[in-house]
DNA sequence: GGCACCATGTAATTGGTTACATGATTTA
DNA sequence: TAAATCATGTAACCAATTACATGGTGCC
């Protein structure tokens, strides 16, 4: 049902103060947007699938003026087949499907002035991105510093500003080179 | 059946020479690689339903000392079609599932030294990529300069070069700072 | 004889998203 | 009273890959 990668992502939320899927959900939106997604309908399904594997424990809580939850708990067991994940080679590289890049090789059928428009909407939207990711680092830095996960969580955004702003120098690059012409 | 993307990837490519299912393939998996990907099971019924749609005619060629094949040719009403995709905005950003950073993330339940040898690998990857990158434009730049596609297919090749020298920036600086702790 | 290359195609399966369904509480 | 937030879940659908199926030619 769902891949083995998905399900220590969500195992792993489990490690970080997250313990519905609706906080699991959050989180995947706010610190691990740049390189993760998860929709709710994997993340019920897959929760039940942990508790199955015996990695993760649930329990219904009620709580006042809120709607009732389920929390889950990692177990010794999820805890190991955690570990045991992450020391595994990471496989190949992943291909990326980018299409201002499939669009920009069938280029020469269209006017310049229009790719170039293109690739300034491009830049723009990577701009934001950046923003973004500066500001979640920031509030990383002031905020959870005593966090043990911290230290991972930056370098991770790291990584993301870095390849941002180098696709951002590209568009210039590329936006000059195209008004050459 | 199949996204309107790889569609036009398919008719785009019918424009470049490539003319069969297998010559698309061959040219997918050398030159659009780096942003794009498609496997046969996708190819064929789309070279069909491009048909279908009129925005391409097959034909059945008979060839002395090769297996018959299929040449395919874009019609005008998919050269139409062609352009008009190509003027449509680009869509917002996607989203990268990255499996390294997705472990990066959770590394504090791991020893420094396993996470150091992961990333070393991941940019000795990297850097297999950035070499095939090169490989290709330089190939590009020595054999096609004539061909009226390849100032396009050279740009998104330097959109590769770029973020993945970023990428292998990253590592190293991700790597020293994890020794230093 | 076997491998590499040329060439086409389909069925089963996978891994996911989207839309749907429900409902309580708080705040404007 | 309407919208936002908290909260959980499933069924239908989608786009793609993988595995399977077939077969000719050239070369070592």
């Known amino acids: ?5 998905t399900q220590f992502a969500i195992l792993g939320l489990l490690t970080t103060g997250c313990n519905t899927g609706y906080t699991i959900k959050q989180m995947m939106d706010g610190s691990l947007n740049h390189f993760w997604k998860i929709s709710y309908g994997q ?14 424990t649930v329990e219904e809580t009620k709580q006042e003026g809120k709607p009732d939850k389920k929390e889950y708990q990692i177990t010794a067991k999820g805890e190991e087949a955690l570990r045991g994940w992450l020391v595994n080679d990471v496989p190949n590289l992943e291909t ?3 299409e201002l890049l499939l669009k ?6 269209q006017e310049n002035t229009l790719t170039i428009e293109h690739i300034q909407l491009y830049k723009q939207k990577l701009q934001e991105r950046y923003q ?7 509030d990383l830095s002031k905020h959870h510093m005593s966090n043990a996960d911290a230290t991972f969580w930056i370098i991770t ?3 993301g500003l870095i390849t941002t702003k180098a696709a951002i120098d590209w568009c210039e690059e590329t936006i000059s080179k195209l008004m050459e012409v």
């Open 96 to 98: 990326i499907k980018n």
């Open 157 to 159: 955004l790291d990584f």
């Open 104 to 109: 920009l090789f069938f280029s020469r059928h």
């Open 132 to 138: 973004t990711y500066e500001t979640i680092k920031n």
């Open 1 to 5: 049902m769902t891949k083995e990668n």
């Open 43 to 56: 993340i019920y399904p897959t929760l039940k699938l942990l508790v199955d594997k015996g990695y993760a």
